[in-house]
Nanobody, 126 residues
Framework: VQLQASGGGLVQAGGSLTVSCAAS????????VGWFRQGPRNERDFVGA????????YYSDSVKDRFITSRDNAKDMVYLQMNSLKPEDTAVYYC????????????????????WGHGTQVTVSS
């Protein structure tokens, strides 16, 4: 059971990129999904999250109004659209499933997310 983020790459500052999250071994549509990133400081920081049915999203202050997370439960996929990218957005981006099927709580602490996978590198050049 794990998640896989994909779609990262190199983009110029001011550009846009969309990363995707897929799951194996679980039905992703039954879980809230959070996005985290790990940069040069090696800390896993909360970016944004979406609840299991897609009706609620929330973001960190650093990406609010620039990033949008969405989901397509028919395809069992979650997306993070990143706009107006800045060099400080450079990091490995991870998606993770919130503990509890159809849980409706907001969670910014990575310890509340129980299923992780490999991340995808996003590099923003100045």
């Amino acid at each position: 059971v794990q998640l896989q983020a994909s779609g990262g790459g190199l983009v110029q500052a001011g550009g846009s990129l969309t990363v995707s999250c897929a799951a194996s071994g679980i039905t992703l549509g039954s879980y809230g999904v959070g996005w985290f990133r790990q940069g040069p400081r090696n800390e896993r920081d909360f970016v944004g999250a979406i609840n299991w049915d897609g009706y609620s999203t929330y973001y960190s202050d650093s990406v609010k109004d620039r990033f949008i997370t969405s989901r397509d439960n028919a395809k069992d996929m979650v997306y993070l659209q990143m706009n107006s990218l800045k060099p400080e957005d450079t990091a490995v981006y991870y998606c993770a499933a919130l503990s509890g099927v159809m849980a409706d709580r907001r969670a910014r602490d990575p310890r509340e997310y129980t299923i992780w996978g490999h991340g995808t590198q996003v590099t923003v050049s100045s």
